[in-house]
C-alpha cells in the first residue's frame, strides 16, 4: 500500500539559511500535518491542511511558513534556520472518512534536519 | 484543552512477559485515543485507536488497549513480549472542535525487551 513520502530524509544546513520540507500524502487523503520531534521529545503539532486551507496552526514559528497544493502535496518552508531547529519533522495525511477526529493520521519517515 | 501522560519514560521486560505502558489523558471534550510505536529512525505507527463503542481495544502485533473513562486511562498491554517489541510508544489524544484531528503526544515510553 501507498504510504506517505517525505523528502529529503536528511538534510545538513547552516545557521540563518533556509530549508523546504515536501510531503507527498497517501493518494486520496485531503489533510495534511506537520509534526516536530525534537532530540528525546515528544512530537509536537505545528500546522494542518485540509481541502489546500490551513485548518489549525499549533506552535509554528514565524519564521516558518508551509502550504498545500492542488495535488495535495506539502511544503513546509522554514527560514533564518537556527541551530533549535535541529529536529525530526513528520508529516502525516489523512482521509476524511466520517469518524471525525478519530480518523487514523499516517506519518511519514520524517525529515530529519541538522542545523549546524 | 487536552494532554496525555505517559508513566514511566522507560519500560524494561523479559521476552515472555506481560507489558504494560500507562497512559492517562486530559480532555474538555469526549477523546479519541491512539497508540502509536516509534522504531529508531523510523516514522510513527499506529498500533490501535479508541473512537467510540468497545472500550477494549485490539490492535496490531497482540497489543490492546482499555479505555476507562472514570480513570482517564488508555493503558497498553500485550501479555507476552517479544523482543522485536524493543521500541519507544507513544500515546495520544485527539479531539474536535477548534482543535481537529491534531493530534497531542505523550512523552513516549521507551520498552526494552531482554532475553
Known amino acids: 500500500a501507498a504510504g506517505v513520502i517525505q523528502s529529503p530524509r536528511h538534510l545538513i544546513k547552516e545557521k540563518r539559511e533556509t530549508a523546504t520540507l515536501k510531503c507527498y500524502p497517501i493518494p486520496r487523503h485531503d489533510t495534511v500535518y506537520w509534526y516536530q520531534q525534537g532530540p528525546g521529545q515528544d512530537p509536537q503539532f505545528l500546522i494542518s491542511f485540509y481541502e489546500k486551507m490551513q485548518s489549525d496552526k499549533g506552535s509554528i514559528p514565524d519564521r516558518f511558513s508551509a502550504q498545500q497544493f492542488s495535488d495535495y502535496h506539502s511544503e513546509l518552508n522554514m527560514s533564518s534556520l537556527e541551530l533549535g531547529d535541529s529536529a525530526l519533522y513528520f508529516c502525516?495525511?489523512?482521509?476524511?472518512?466520517?469518524?471525525?477526529?478519530?480518523?487514523?493520521?499516517?506519518f511519514g519517515p520524517g525529515t530529519r534536519l541538522t542545523v549546524l | 484543552a487536552q494532554s496525555v501522560t505517559q508513566l514511566g519514560s522507560h519500560v524494561s521486560v523479559s521476552e515472555g512477559a506481560l507489558v504494560l505502558l500507562r497512559c492517562n489523558y486530559s480532555?474538555?471534550?469526549?477523546?479519541?485515543l491512539f497508540w502509536y510505536v516509534q522504531y529508531p529512525n523510523q516514522g510513527l505507527q499506529l498500533l490501535l485507536k479508541y473512537t467510540t463503542g468497545a472500550t477494549l481495544v485490539k490492535g496490531i502485533n497482540g497489543f490492546e488497549a482499555e479505555f476507562k473513562k472514570s480513570e482517564t486511562s488508555f493503558h497498553l498491554t500485550k501479555p507476552s513480549a517479544h523482543m522485536s517489541d524493543a521500541a519507544e510508544y507513544f500515546c495520544a489524544v485527539s479531539a474536535g472542535g477548534t482543535s481537529y484531528g491534531k493530534l497531542t503526544f505523550g512523552q513516549g515510553t521507551i520498552l526494552t525487551v531482554h532475553p
Open positions: 502525516a495525511s489523512r482521509i476524511e472518512g466520517g469518524g471525525g477526529a478519530g480518523d487514523t493520521q499516517y
Open positions: 480532555s474538555s471534550v469526549p477523546p479519541y
